[in-house]
């Protein structure tokens, strides 16, 4: 395939190990709007950990430049966009990032050009919401002068064997050519292999369900887990027995936040309801797994006052903060809705992490991480989230541990 001049658009958790990737066989312009992001690459450092120093360095030898000067994009015939989707306070989609960045593109779009969406929509916006804009800030015309694909991404941050390359690539475009044009493209990055969708709303459905069919699987064991909880068994035995069967699906109780599964599935939905139809079950798994911060803290709580029966001089460390373990992501977690919650019951709480950006962390949820606290100063310890660095903690003898995961061998309880 000829050499392609790529733009990345997003150097996020997706769009930096993509733009690293295209780097091997491309020229690869990596374009961010934060420029303190920008220097941090070009210093080799990766604040999300999905590349490592030798892996920037080397994309840097490849000629990769990253940028926060929009006019680099210039040089580009291929524009990849990876910015976020999230949903606001009323979750619904809040397609303000997107829309941005496709004016962005548009100012630079050329004949024969080709935009690719990787950011999770709902099936349509593609072609119904960016493509008029791509038409309207460049004067040309969709599938006449420039074209449009769209492959979602499936990056599951912290993970370093399922990466990039190793996961099948589903791909789109806007016309026969376009597909395969896209195919092909991905197919020299990705060695698991590419699937070519019918059609870019396909593609987009497809992404969007993915994580919808997880929230809903983690919503039924949540909903077993307050049952089993009242029933005085523990879930984790329940599940380990269940499990031995061939055909039983391995899914575990906890907190349901991040960028993907705690939002994705309002896409779908708000899409449903635009065209009539009013989903149940998809948004029946949102309302409960949403409530489960609230059934975690009361859980906690109630712990406290079982084992001392007042809260006057007892407090509470929270381990954990990001939004799943071994990652920094800190984007929708629910362990500070637990903090927020508890807070409220009129507990002392302190969160500590040892991956998560403090900084980003008070600029996000106003909240202090504890750095290096001592572990025998708190009546009860809430392991939220089972970073490698607290699995071999020696936890006070006396202190009541509540292991959200039941990852530990000496936890007092957990869901």
């Keep these: 395939m000829t050499k392609q001049r790529i733009g990345v658009i997003g150097l996020g958790y997706v769009g930096l190990p993509l ?16 420029q303190s992001r920008v220097e941090e690459l070009k210093n080799g450092v990766d604040c999300t950990r999905e590349l490592s120093v030798k892996d920037i360095q080397k994309a840097l030898d490849n000629g990769l430049n990253f940028t926060s000067m929009v006019e680099d994009l210039s040089v580009c015939n291929v524009f990849i966009i990876t910015v976020p989707t999230p949903v606001n306070n009323s979750n619904v989609p809040d397609l303000n990032p997107l829309k941005k960045a496709s004016i962005l593109v548009a100012s630079y779009l050329k004949k024969k050009d080709v935009v690719i969406y990787e950011s999770t929509v709902f099936p349509g916006a593609t072609e119904e919401i960016c493509v008029p804009l791509l038409e309207e ?15 979602p991404e499936r990056i599951n941050p912290g993970d370093k064997e399922r990466t990039l390359t190793n996961i099948m690539k589903v791909t789109s475009g806007s016309n026969h050519e376009t597909a395969i044009f896209v195919d092909a493209l991905y197919a020299e990055i990705i060695q698991a ?4 969708a019918p059609n870019i709303k396909v593609a987009e459905a497809a992404k969007v369900i993915e994580n919808s069919q997880r929230d809903i699987n983690i919503a039924f064991i949540n909903e077993l887990a307050i049952i089993f909880d009242k029933l005085g068994i523990k879930t984790k035995d329940v599940l380990d027995a269940a499990g031995t069967k061939w055909n039983f699906l391995n899914f575990q109780p906890g907190l349901v936040g991040g960028h993907c599964i705690g939002v994705d599935p309002f896409y779908l939905t708000y899409k449903a309801q635009q065209v ?11 309302k409960i797994n949403d409530f489960m911060a609230s059934y ?4 906690i709580f109630k712990l406290l006052i079982k084992k001392y029966g007042a809260l006057k001089n007892k407090s509470i460390l ?23 919650e508890l807070i409220e019951l009129g507990c002392n709480v302190d969160i500590s992490d ?5 900084y980003e962390v008070k600029s996000a949820y106003q909240i202090d991480l504890k750095v290096d606290p001592n572990l025998s100063d708190y009546s009860l310890i809430f392991l939220a989230v089972p970073h490698k660095e607290y699995l071999n903690l020696k936890f006070p003898r ?9 990852v530990l061998q000496n936890s007092t309880d957990s869901l």
């Design 137 to 151: 800030g460049s004067g040309l015309t969709f599938n006449k002068d420039f074209f449009c694909g769209y492959s």
């Design 398 to 406: 006396d202190t009541i541990i509540f292991d959200l995961k039941s």
């Design 318 to 340: 929270i381990l954990g903060m990001t939004f799943k373990e071994n990652c920094p992501d800190i984007r929708n977690t629910k362990v500070v809705d637990v903090f927020n």
């Design 276 to 286: 009539g139809y009013k989903p149940e079950v998809i948004l029946s798994g949102r």
């Design 296 to 299: 975690v803290a009361n859980r």
């Design 193 to 196: 292999g590419t699937h070519l």
């Design 19 to 34: 733009a690293h990737a295209f780097s091997f066989k491309n020229n690869v312009v990596g374009y961010d709007v934060n």
């Design 354 to 358: 040892p991956i998560a950006s403090k």
